[in-house]
């Protein structure tokens, strides 16, 4: 019996330094992928580092590597994957962006649905974003939180999302709502839930390339 119990730490040990090396080796690839925007093996590295997310921001803190990474790569090759699929749908297009977006003294109501209903009063860069969205036929939805999005999902049914969100958040939520339509992502410039920002630009050209 002792043997056996040997043998089983010996190969917990075993499992545990080649998971660690896989593990490394996904964020190496995930991370050239990221620099270069040259995806390699897109849908191992997302199956790996979905499943092994805690650990892999364990590792980044083990090495001093910011663990923002971890998400960085999980969007950046999700954007990739699925940004054909994204292009091509031409019928009700959504965009949701974060409540803490909002100016801190905007008085826009809270639908129990969709969530805050814009009235484009100029404090803040939403009513920018609803501008261009109206251009290109998307329709924007205001969340105060992930169980609103679960209610558009259901009640909008949208043919494809654009998502804004902090690094984390987005990342969850591209990988929930990519399982229903075509998503993509942009993080927000600057986060902490209060009064933050988002490259407009880049907003902007996600839902651009949806026009052509």
């Not at 043997?3 to 917990?12: A, C, I, P, R, S």
């Not at 974060?98 to 003294?105: A, D, F, G």
Request: charged share 25%.
């Amino acid at each position: 019996m002792q043997v056996f119990y040997e043998l089983l730490g010996k190969l917990f040990v075993l499992f545990i330094i080649i998971f660690f090396f896989i593990t490394i080796i996904v964020l190496v690839l995930g991370f050239y992928s990221f620099k270069r925007h040259e995806i390699i093996f897109p849908n191992f590295i997302l199956f790996m580092l979905y499943l092994f997310y805690s650990p892999a921001k364990w590792i980044c803190r083990v090495f001093c590597v910011k663990e923002q990474l971890v998400d960085e790569i999980l969007i950046e090759i999700k954007n990739a994957v699925m940004l054909e699929n994204f292009k091509h749908v031409t019928h009700r297009r959504a965009i949701i962006l974060p409540q803490c977006m909002r100016h801190p003294k905007c008085r826009a109501r809270c639908d129990p649905i969709i969530g805050y209903e814009c009235k484009q009063c100029g404090m803040c860069d939403i009513g920018k974003i609803v501008k261009e969205a109206d251009k290109y036929n998307f329709k924007v939805f205001i969340v105060p939180g992930d169980s609103f999005v679960r209610k558009i999902l259901q009640s909008y049914k949208p043919g494809s999302c654009l998502g804004v969100a902090c690094h984390a958040e987005l990342t969850e939520s591209m990988q929930a709502v990519s399982k229903i339509v075509p998503v993509q992502g942009v993080c927000l410039l600057r986060d902490g839930c209060y009064d933050t920002k988002v490259d407009l630009v880049e907003v902007s050209k996600k839902m651009e390339m949806c026009d052509k």
